[in-house]
């Protein structure tokens, strides 16, 4: 299982900002793709924005516009995964998780990426309130 550790989450009033981190590493595959899904008690585990090793972001509907992904691969072995996140609003309050070693294939497919339980961080905590 690959290691990550997430930071960043916390508590904002709505059109406000937060930024995201996780860094992975101890890789036990290729890191084709990395990205961050939310949850609220309740509800299933979504996609908000994933990144592919040549850069290449999406990103939800829900986020577009507001959401940048990104990802620094700087130090060997180890990536850092960043979600900014400006203008916030209330709907964004959940658990946010990284998640690394996405094969190139499901990249965008959250939906498959959701139902496998590897590779996922512990989760950091995004409180929007209005």
């Known amino acids: 299982q690959v290691r990550l550790v997430e930071s960043g989450g916390g508590s904002v009033q709505a059109g406000g900002s937060l930024r995201l981190s996780c860094t992975a590493s101890e890789y036990t595959g290729p890191n084709y793709c990395m990205g961050w899904f939310r949850q609220v008690p309740g509800k299933e585990r979504e996609g908000v924005a994933s990144?592919?090793?040549?850069?290449?972001?999406?990103?939800?509907d829900s986020v577009k516009g507001r959401f940048t992904i990104a990802k620094d691969s700087g130090k060997a072995g180890e990536d850092t995964l960043y979600l900014q996140m400006d203008s916030l609003k209330p709907e964004d309050s959940a658990t946010y998780y990284c998640r690394a070693q996405i094969r190139s294939s499901l990249c965008g497919l959250w939906s498959i990426v959701i139902r496998d339980p590897e590779h996922w961080g512990q989760g950091t905590l995004v409180t929007v309130s209005s």
């Open positions: 990144i592919a090793r040549d850069g290449k972001a999406l990103y939800a």
